[in-house]
């Protein structure tokens, strides 16, 4: 529409042979000649299409990005709970210390036997799931008798809420970090590895 | 002879393309996330099943049909509770039935146990001849009763 009140513009204030203004009989020529002898407006549009489909296309590959980290991130953080909490398990049944429950009828763990438990479970876990034990850190504590104990500020990033860990049992608690790939941030070349955060306890009771 | 250079349509053909490619986009994240939702409901299914039989070991009927209730009851549904295969193994890799699962002298207080669930899993994706692939999932339990 623009283009064409121009063109109508520079019509206007031709003026005819007849020297009518706006006259019908030569309006066609005017224009004609009004055009031909002004410069060419570049107005190109080719290539347009191009450049909006390697728009589309690169934003479609960030979703598609996006959406398998999303799917993968999901995935990883449930199996974590699952090997953390099986190693934790692992680690109260193999280190409960039953010769002292006979003798004093009280539970107690064995640290030594139920941290090489765990770290075993957890090496197994993560080898079962196809994850190299480079991209796994784990921090286990292992508190042996009954006495209330606090563990001020962790586990670090186990919950939602930063709290801190009391248990008044033989109590075990395992933390594991896991890095799942991160294909959004290979892309942007920010980071390739996403982290997994969680935490699960396991403890005796009579 | 004469070639016109007409520009109507070209946002219909763009219109087309795009909406070609976001469709085939589309199905393959939903694809995608088929796959990884029976993955997800393996893993919580297998988990529950663990739980289950360290505390109880006779109770392998249980355990198999709540891993393909599962699986069955995966929020992108398909059907994959009654195609799903599960295997007992014991710590050193060997195939275990449930009777020597729930067997003390087999399996004492302590006996780490593994339980692997599978299933053929096809993605359809249009214009794309995929194979099917296995999903699977291994957790470990122990035995925890005491005779």
């Not at chain 1, 019509?11 to 410069?39: G, I, S």
């Not at chain 1, 991209?135 to 801190?164: C, F, N, Y």
């Not at chain 2, 087309?16 to 409901?41: C, D, H, M, N, P």
Request: glycine share 8%.
């Amino acid at each position: 529409m623009a283009v064409r009140n121009f063109r109508f513009e520079i019509a206007d204030t031709y003026t005819c042979v007849c020297a009518q203004r706006r006259c019908k009989c030569c309006r066609l020529d005017a224009l004609r000649t009004v055009f031909n002898q002004q410069p060419k407006i570049n107005n190109q549009q080719s290539g347009q299409a191009s450049v909006w489909a390697m728009l589309v296309l690169l934003v479609l590959v960030m979703v598609g990005a996006a959406l398998l980290d999303a799917y993968q991130w999901a995935s990883t953080r449930v199996w974590a709970y699952h090997a953390a909490e099986a190693a934790a398990e692992r680690g109260a049944t193999a280190g409960a210390d039953w010769s002292h429950f006979q003798y004093s009828g009280e539970w107690q763990l064995n640290s030594a036997v139920a941290r090489s438990e765990i770290e075993a479970a957890l090496r197994e876990e993560l080898s079962a799931r196809g994850i190299d034990a480079s991209h796994a850190t784990w921090d286990i504590r292992v508190h042996a008798t009954s006495a209330v104990v606090t563990e001020q500020g962790w586990p670090p990033k186990g919950s939602l809420w930063a709290s801190d860990w009391t248990t008044d049992h033989p109590s075990i608690g395992v933390y594991l970090e896991v890095d799942t790939p991160a294909f959004l941030g290979g892309l942007a070349g920010i980071e390739q590895w996403a982290r997994v955060h969680v935490f699960a306890s396991s403890s005796l009771v009579r | 002879m004469t070639f016109q250079r007409n520009e109507r349509g070209q946002a219909t053909v763009e219109m087309l393309l795009v909406v070609l490619i976001l469709t085939l986009v589309s199905l393959g994240a939903f694809e995608i996330a088929r796959g990884y939702a029976v993955k997800q409901a393996m893993d919580v299914g297998v988990a529950k099943a663990v739980r289950g039989l360290s505390i109880d070991s006779s109770q392998w009927a249980w355990a198999d049909s709540t891993i393909r209730n599962e699986v069955g009851g995966n929020v992108l549904g398909g059907g994959y509770g009654a195609s799903l295969s599960l295997e007992i193994r014991d710590r050193w890799g060997n195939t275990i039935t449930p009777a020597q699962l729930n067997d003390p002298a087999t399996m004492p207080y302590g006996s780490v146990f593994w339980i692997r669930a599978r299933v053929p899993f096809l993605a359809h994706a249009p214009f794309l001849n995929l194979t099917t692939r296995q999903v699977e999932i291994w957790h470990s339990g122990v035995i925890q009763r005491w005779p």
